[in-house]
């Protein structure tokens, strides 16, 4: 599975960002898809998650309130919707897609990364 992000960007504290992630490849694979996010020196941090079927959804506390996840399963593309962003969520943000129900799991993929940065 390759998937490709985008939408990460220079945004005011308070605004809106949505990243897409646009999987491509052995698509049937796949179980649930979603997004990670780390700072320098600090572990990689889930932020949301969705099943591929079924649409569980699961989302950080750290974000919950603030950030949605949906999918669309024709084009291969899941979306992190967030809003009322704020200096803390600036990292760079990593789609995942993996073939087990556990996200981030070794026989996941990875995406190559985007950039958030929130201004105060």
């Known amino acids: 599975v390759q998937l490709q992000a985008f939408g990460g960007g220079l945004v005011q504290t308070g605004g809106s960002l949505r990243l897409s992630c646009a999987a491509s490849?052995?698509?049937?694979?796949?179980?649930?898809m979603g997004w990670y996010r780390q700072t320098p020196g600090k572990q990689r941090e889930l932020v949301a998650y969705?099943?591929?079927?079924?649409?569980?959804?699961v989302i950080a506390d750290s974000v919950k309130g603030r950030f949605t996840i949906s999918r669309d399963n024709v084009n291969n593309t899941v979306y992190l919707h967030m809003n009322s962003l704020l200096p803390e969520d600036s990292a760079v943000y990593y789609c995942?897609?993996?073939?087990?129900?556990?996200?981030?799991?070794?026989?996941?993929?990875w995406g190559q990364g985007t950039l958030v940065t929130v201004s105060s």
């Open positions: 995942n897609a993996d073939p087990t129900y556990y996200i981030g799991s070794p026989r996941s993929s």
């Open positions: 969705i099943t591929t079927h079924g649409g569980r959804i």
């Open positions: 490849g052995s698509i049937s694979t796949i179980k649930v």
